[in-house]
T-cell receptor
Framework: DAGVTQSPTHLIKTRGQQVTLRCSPK?????VSWYQQALGQGPQFIFQ???????QRGNFPDRFSGHQFPNYSSELNVNALLLGDSALYLC???????????FGPGTRLTVL | LAKTTQPISMDSYEGQEVNITCSHN???????ITWYQQFPSQGPRFIIQ???TKVTNEVASLFIPADRKSSTLSLPRVSLSDTAVYYC????????????FGGGTRVLVKP
């Protein structure tokens, strides 16, 4: 049973560019959440998708957007990249109800 | 969401028991207490979750007093591979609520 997978593993972009990160949830899970983790800090919630709609959103600007597909996989898009967007981006999947989330390995984004 | 307070770091030695206490004075009735472990450059890994009293699994034990204003994660007989950051989270995760992470506790296990 595959867990949460994310691609790519690492990514280097320059300021002003756009990036798309991808996530496949754990088998059977229908909810995907995205988190940003800066070096030395805990993960910060970006947003959550369920039934292809954004259900909750953290304190992130509109440059951060996402999408969930019918197969429950998800994408995180970040436009107009800033140096401060450099971080580990984590995807977590869960089911509605059971109170636990399973995290993927993350995508390390470096903005130069 | 209830705020949590936990020590910034702890040192231990192989074979010892490590206990990390987390304070959550404003915990709500529907809130669960969840602990995650994270290694560098990896996603957090679910360790254990509880609501009250004691919960034990193959990895750890979680002790929750009657007032639920704190909890203690107990890692028995730690090894070098238990060196990681441990996060205590409190919240009602039903219906897809987000997880709010604090700074976590950095546990260093020495030989």
């Amino acid at each position: 049973d595959a867990g949460v997978t994310q691609s790519p593993t690492h990514l280097i972009k320059t300021r002003g560019q756009q990036v798309t990160l991808r996530c496949s949830p754990k088998s059977g899970h229908d909810t995907v959440s995205w988190y940003q983790q800066a070096l030395g800090q805990g993960p910060q919630f970006i947003f959550q998708y369920y039934e292809e709609e954004e259900r909750q959103r953290g304190n992130f600007p509109d440059r951060f957007s996402g999408h969930q597909f019918p197969n429950y996989s998800s994408e995180l898009n970040v436009n107009a990249l800033l140096l401060g967007d450099s971080a580990l981006y984590l995807c977590a999947s869960s089911l509605q109800g059971p109170p636990s989330q399973y995290f993927g390995p993350g995508t390390r984004l470096t903005v130069l | 969401l209830a705020k949590t307070t936990q020590p910034i770091s702890m040192d231990s030695y192989e074979g010892q028991e490590v206990n990390i206490t987390c304070s959550h004075n404003n915990i709500a009735t529907n809130d669960y207490i969840t602990w995650y472990q994270q290694f560098p450059s990896q996603g957090p890994r679910f360790i254990i979750q509880g609501y009250k009293t004691k919960v034990t699994n193959e990895v750890a034990s979680l002790f929750i007093p009657a007032d639920r204003k704190s909890s203690t994660l107990s890692l028995p007989r730690v090894s070098l591979s238990d060196t990681a950051v441990y996060y205590c989270l409190v919240g009602d995760e039903a219906a897809g609520n987000k997880l709010t992470f604090g700074g976590g506790t950095r546990v260093l296990v020495k030989p």
